[in-house]
């Protein structure tokens, strides 16, 4: 699959560079200078993080060793570039995501923490995380899972905690809280299964489930676990009625009147 969407996203540039020319010096360095997926996510991430503490070189060097050690993550973020352009009306190209939207660049960044976290090296996980709070304005616990094909729609204000698990295939506006309701230790995080859709500022709290193909209402305070295939809103969230999608995450239908 990466090699069929690394000639797409390469044919997807050369057709902007016409397009656009003031854009070619940009999309020459961030695409077409580059010999596969890995080394432009890579290039495209580290550029984004670096400060003047830590360099690009140094960053891109732990992105390139996460992707070669781990290929699940790469094959995971063409999922999730292809989930984006798939829900979001707004998305032309593959290209677009991958340079512009901060919520695809937001979890490809933490994917990095994460594995960094899983390997033992926790305090450069935790600065990994700080960067891409900093950067994005999306705050993710290294610790966290998350799945693929995931998009993280508008992005900003999204904060994941430490024991929060995101399946396959969600879909999460920005403002919204995976939290926990106290400083309890443990599993004290929500779980978010398969083809959810959290609407806007949405807080979701504690160690409950979200069942699979639920959908939670914009400015829901959720407390206590969601069925799957059941549409909640309000404060706290209720049972409102049913989405019209068995996947909501692929409709983005955010109408809860229309369930």
């Not at 360099?55 to 999730?80: K, N, W």
């Not at 309890?184 to 929500?190: C, I, L, W, Y």
């Amino acid at each position: 699959m990466s090699i069929e969407f690394w000639l797409q996203l390469k044919a997807e540039s050369e057709q902007l560079m016409n397009r656009e020319p003031l854009l070619s010096s940009y999309v020459h360095t961030c695409i077409l200078a580059h010999h596969n997926f890995e080394t432009t996510l890579s290039f495209i991430l580290s550029n984004k993080l670096a400060d003047n503490v830590m360099g690009s070189l140094s960053l891109r060097t732990m992105f390139e060793q996460s992707y070669l050690l781990h290929p699940e993550i790469v094959e995971a973020g063409i999922c999730d570039i292809q989930a984006v352009f798939k829900r979001d009306p707004a998305v032309h190209s593959f290209l677009t995501v991958l340079l512009n939207f901060k919520g695809f660049q937001a979890i490809q960044v933490h994917r990095l923490a994460n594995q960094l976290w899983m390997a033992g090296r926790k305090d450069l996980a935790l600065f990994i995380q700080s960067r891409n709070s900093e950067v994005f304005s999306v705050d993710i616990h290294p610790a966290a899972t998350i799945g693929q094909g995931v998009m993280f729609d508008h992005a900003t204000g999204i904060v994941v905690g430490e024991t929060a698990v995101i399946e396959n295939n969600v879909s999460i506006m920005q403002s919204v809280t995976l939290g926990g309701t106290g400083n309890e230790a443990g599993d004290r995080h929500p779980k978010v299964r398969e083809g959810v859709m959290i609407g806007a500022g949405a807080k979701i709290l504690g160690h409950i489930i979200i069942g699979a193909g639920a959908k939670v209402g914009a400015g829901s305070v959720v407390l206590n676990d969601v069925p799957a295939h059941v549409t909640v809103a309000g404060i706290p969230a209720k049972i409102v009625g049913k989405p019209t999608s068995q996947k909501p995450c692929e409709t983005m239908q955010q109408n809860i009147l229309e369930d």
